[in-house]
């Protein structure tokens, strides 16, 4: 349900906004697409002062704003809630005041000595402490291991060391077995009560503690990382050290699993932060009676990644900084604004529609373009396609230019071949439709899209990705580009021919070199544990001939749950090329088990 704001809060937020945007952001308007109002765009959006865009914050509903009202200035109408489409999100994770930790009469710290992992269930245990290795289960015909053989779990605390026996290869048949994540589920499925995770010295020295911050959907057992220091203690009783533990199970290969004698009781409390931001969405009608009802929407997320840290997305969850986003993607946005204020100028030529978007939370999984798809302020069905400008501010001296899903549509390989003549452009096209941006949201809804990019550059999703570093002489061209793209499409008669152009979904990487997949495309932003949604069922694909249908929450495979898409990724890397399994659905409020072969 869509927030009123009629707190006290957000009436607070809505007073500097009213301020910061009087103070500063100047406005001028003119038809034309021009270096300095490009300029003025991005360094706006990219300043200090919108403390890197993050979903949720001041800084993102102020650039929400800017660009609202730079759109309804050039005389384009504001949709949805004027000009706002509200969406709520699961901004981070923190630890609450119930976390508690004590074994052998030491009362351990939170925060010192052990810390929650932030797929954690909220729990209080008391319960027997079993060592188990590395947590493995593995059953391969060149590796046999097994480190819950010979021990009874059940209803006890599990302690495994994190990582494997070879972190230092990356090829090791070990490497896909090693994640935290992975021991989680598997210590469940084993009937443990909660899992102790502790750093053995290969694989951290220093002994950190992990950072809660990033919200990764919950495993259904408590999962507790402790210091070596803790892990000792637990040891206690068998006199031997966490540090020796590690140093057999990498020596023998195999596994070393026992009964510790220690009995611990602890209690994990993390708290899920929400937080709500908006897509920003105005729309420019056209005058052909018998065109006017079709759309094109140009589309450029506004987001980036706040002050980095842990869990942002940044490459550098070291530094705690601003992250201006100035490429990625003020630059896209600017873009969007001036081809708005061209549109708007010609209105009376057009014979089309034009809804423009800029949205959220985009980094944090294309969330924004999929709650716009999911509900929509116009008919979908009336979209002839989608353009989407994500970091077309870095034109190099070869002057490429990256346009993909030309092959999404019929017609779109010859119509950006027939621009490009008029231009001195390095254009090089890519024919697929899904890709890593909001234009996938919208492809996997069968329309056709175009999919505008300069590429990536040392300084994507750092601190260093700054507005004094954009070729604005480069975006100026290229929003020309699609400007006279745009209205290319206006003047022809009939409306784009969809056709796919590759999947409609990511591939799912499975341990070893194979690979399995239902043929779905998953909701990524499934955090609520009730299951996985499937938005979308690729014709002819397993999950197709099993009789899954576009909407379907999954809720188990083979039996065991699928809360989210996490749970569901591991489900799958535990199936093999042709196995034929059984789908739990949720259809209507009814529950379905379908039979489905891999």
Not at 408 to 413: I, R
Request: hydrophobic content about 35%.
């Amino acid at each position: 349900m869509i927030s009123t704001y009629k707190s006290a809060q957000y009436i607070t937020i809505q007073i500097c906004l009213i301020i910061l945007c009087s103070f500063t952001v100047p406005v001028v308007t003119i038809p034309e697409i021009t270096i300095e109002e490009l300029q003025q765009h991005v360094e706006y959006l990219a300043s200090d002062s919108l403390k890197g865009r993050y979903p949720g914050t001041v800084g993102d509903k102020l650039a929400a704003s800017y660009i609202r009202d730079q759109l309804t200035q050039s005389g384009l109408t504001a949709e949805a809630e004027n000009g706002f489409q509200y969406f709520s999100l699961v901004t981070g994770i923190s630890a609450g005041k119930n976390n508690h930790f004590s074994v052998n009469g030491y009362v351990a710290e939170s925060g010192k000595d052990f810390t929650p992992l932030s797929f954690s269930e909220n729990s209080e245990i008391t319960a027997e402490v079993v060592f188990c290795g590395y947590g493995f289960t593995i059953e391969k015909e060149n590796l046999q291991w097994d480190d819950y053989s010979g021990v009874e779990v059940s209803g006890k605390w599990v302690m495994v060391l994190r990582g494997d026996p070879e972190p230092e290869d990356a090829s090791s048949i070990f490497a896909t077995y090693g994640n935290d994540r992975s021991k989680a589920y598997m210590a469940a499925e084993k009937g443990a009560a909660g899992l102790i995770m502790v750093s053995g010295e290969k694989f951290d020295k220093d002994d950190e503690l992990d950072d809660i911050r990033a919200h990764q959907g919950r495993v259904n057992i408590p999962v507790i990382q402790i210091t070596r220091r803790l892990a000792n203690i637990i040891l206690s009783n068998e006199e031997i050290t966490i540090e020796k533990l590690e140093e057999i199970l990498d020596i023998n290969l195999q596994p070393e699993s026992f009964y510790t004698k220690a009995t611990v009781t602890a209690s994990t409390d993390l708290n899920v932060n929400e937080s709500e931001t908006m897509n920003v969405v105005a729309s420019l009608h056209g005058n052909d009676p018998q065109l006017n009802d079709q759309y094109i929407i140009i589309g450029a997320h506004y987001d980036h990644l706040g002050t980095g840290g842990p869990g942002s997305g940044s490459r550098r969850p070291d530094l705690h900084e601003i992250h201006p986003g100035a490429d990625d993607n003020a630059s896209g946005v600017a873009a969007m604004i001036e081809i708005a204020e061209k549109l708007a100028s010609r209105r009376n030529e057009l014979r089309r529609s034009y809804l423009f978007i800029a949205f959220g939370a985009e980094e944090k999984g294309l969330l924004g373009s999929r709650y716009f798809t999911e509900n929509p302020v116009i008919n979908l069905g009336s979209v002839n396609a989608m353009i989407n400008l994500d970091m077309i501010g870095r034109m190099d001296e070869s002057k490429t230019l990256q346009i993909g899903g030309v092959g999404t549509s019929l017609e779109g390989d010859a119509i950006i071949n027939n621009l490009a003549d008029n231009y001195d452009f390095n254009i090089v096209t890519f024919s697929e439709g899904f890709g890593p941006s909001d234009h996938a949201s919208f492809y996997s809804r069968d329309i056709p899209v175009f999919f505008f990019t300069t590429g990536p550059h040392p300084d994507y999703h750092i601190p260093d990705d700054t507005a004094d570093r954009i070729n604005f002489g480069g975006l100026q061209r290229i929003s020309i580009f699609v400007s006279e793209l745009l209205l290319q499409l206006d003047r022809m008669d009939d409306q784009l021919n969809f056709q796919e152009a590759g999947p409609k979904a990511p591939s799912v990487p499975r341990h070893g070199n194979r690979r399995v997949a239902l043929g779905i495309m998953p909701d990524f932003a499934s955090a609520g544990g009730e299951g996985l949604r499937a938005d979308f069922i690729m014709p002819g694909r397993p999950a197709d001939l099993g009789g899954m249908k576009q909407g379907d929450m999954i809720i188990a495979i083979n039996g065991n749950p699928v809360r989210d898409i996490h749970e569901y990724m591991y489900r799958l890397s535990q199936l093999n090329s042709g196995e034929i399994i059984n789908v739990e659905v949720v259809r209507g409020g009814k529950t379905e088990i379908l039979l489905i072969q891999l």
